[in-house]
């Protein structure tokens, strides 16, 4: 089957949406479909407000639509809500063509916790952006449930996995700093609420890896942590090693693959008792939750790591892909007969 993946979510950013998609078409590749990804590399882009990383298609919409018609696509996946979906979503329902969403993000939350714009605001437009959607893709039981309280009346579910081979139990001596050693993974942003990890009183050492608008703000501010930049996935497996605990402070994430990366490594996990946390960590005793994060992280240090590594090895990158493919609403005949 061919497949168009539409997204406004690509390198250079590392974030668990571009991880995703990428790790799915690798996926659908080795099952034998073939993958286009649409992405704003191939357009003039500016940068998101509050968010210059992110960069925003500008003018592309005749663009998306010869890209869309060229590739003759069976079947279109439309993964954000930015511009190239907007313009995806367009040209899909000007052409009577089906086509599935996903709701990566609680992008209700970060537009609010940005700007203040109220989430109803935001949930209205989501709304109507996945409505005529045949399935709205989501990681998580949870994050289904918010969506149909907020009126979706089309989602299903499409979990994560994680990379075995890469993330590992490993002897590392990456970080060189006081045990016991606490981490946090991933951007720093206000919507992912670094700076509850930050001001804990704990004992040892704290490292944050990883970029975003608000890291200089927090090294400033917070400067006895210790603070390394974006990373590939090998040195970052070596990271997650020589952690003895890994702090996931965000309230607002729909999944959370850091989480996977780190119990994948044998690390711990410390968080908060909220969707994302909850559906990846369960009843199993590879991290604790608490509404008190410094009472998780200490709790967390008497976890052995392979309880950590035995619950992530429950998520398969292929599974999560095959129920990707399964979703999809194929409209041309030869791919739904294949």
Same mark, same amino acid.
């Given at each position: ?6 997204t !406004?979510?690509?390198? &250079?950013?590392v974030n668990?949406?571009?991880?995703t ?6 996926e659908m ?12 590399? $191939?357009?003039?882009?500016? &940068?998101?407000p509050?968010?210059p990383d992110i ?10 639509h =010869? =890209? ?5 696509p ?6 954000? $809500?930015g511009?190239?979906?907007l313009?995806?979503?367009?040209y ?10 996903? +709701?990566h ?17 935001? +949930? =209205? ?5 996945h409505?005529p ?7 998580t ?11 979706f !009346?089309?989602?299903v579910?499409?979990?994560r ?9 490993q002897?590392?001596h ?5 045990? &016991?050693?606490?981490? +946090?993974? #991933?951007?720093?942003?206000?919507e ?9 009183d704990?004992?040892?050492?704290k ?5 975003g ?8 501010q +917070? ?17 997650y090693?020589a952690?003895?605990?890994? %702090?996931?402070p965000?309230k607002?994430d729909?999944?959370g693959?850091?989480?996977? $990366?780190?119990?994948?490594?044998g ?8 969707? #994302?946390?909850?559906?990846v960590? #369960?009843?199993s005793?590879?991290? %604790?939750m ?7 992280c200490l ?6 790591? #392979? ?6 090895e ?6 999560a892909?095959?129920?990707?493919v ?5 409209f ?5 007969a294949?």
């Amino acid at each position: 089957m061919k497949v168009m993946i539409v997204t !406004d979510a690509w390198a &250079p950013q590392v974030n668990g949406v571009v991880r995703t998609l990428t790790t799915t078409r690798r996926e659908m590749e080795a099952m034998g479909h073939q993958v286009d990804i649409l992405t704003p590399l $191939e357009f003039r882009t500016l &940068p998101c407000p509050t968010y210059p990383d992110i960069r925003l298609s500008v003018l592309a919409g005749n663009a998306v639509h =010869r =890209r869309i018609r060229d590739y003759d696509p069976h079947a279109l996946h439309i993964a954000t $809500e930015g511009p190239l979906g907007l313009a995806a979503r367009r040209y899909a329902i000007r052409n009577g063509l089906p086509f599935t969403t996903a +709701y990566h993000t609680r992008f209700p939350e970060y537009v609010k916790a940005r700007t203040g714009i109220p989430l109803a605001w935001t +949930y =209205r437009f989501l709304r109507w952006f996945h409505g005529p959607a045949s399935a709205v893709m989501t990681p998580t039981q949870a994050v289904k449930t918010d969506l149909e309280t907020f009126g979706f !009346d089309n989602v299903v579910l499409w979990s994560r996995g994680v990379d075995l081979d890469v993330f590992r139990l490993q002897p590392s001596h990456r970080l060189d700093s006081e045990h &016991p050693i606490f981490l +946090y993974v #991933g951007r720093v942003a206000v919507e992912k609420n670094v700076e509850a990890f930050l001001k804990l009183d704990l004992p040892g050492s704290k490292w944050v890896v990883g970029d975003g608008p608000a890291l200089a703000g927090l090294r400033a501010q +917070y400067p006895d942590a210790h603070y390394l930049g974006v990373m590939k996935q090998p040195e970052l497996a070596e990271i997650y090693a020589a952690a003895d605990v890994f %702090v996931f402070p965000s309230k607002t994430d729909t999944f959370g693959l850091v989480l996977l $990366e780190a119990m994948a490594c044998g690390l711990p996990v410390a968080a908060y008792p909220v969707s #994302g946390p909850i559906d990846v960590l #369960g009843n199993s005793t590879a991290g %604790v939750m608490h509404d008190d994060l410094r009472i998780a992280c200490l709790a967390a240090l008497d976890i052995e790591r #392979g309880h950590a590594r035995a619950h992530a090895e429950k998520f398969s990158w292929r599974a999560a892909t095959e129920q990707f493919v399964g979703h999809l609403r194929p409209f041309r005949l030869e791919a739904a007969a294949a």
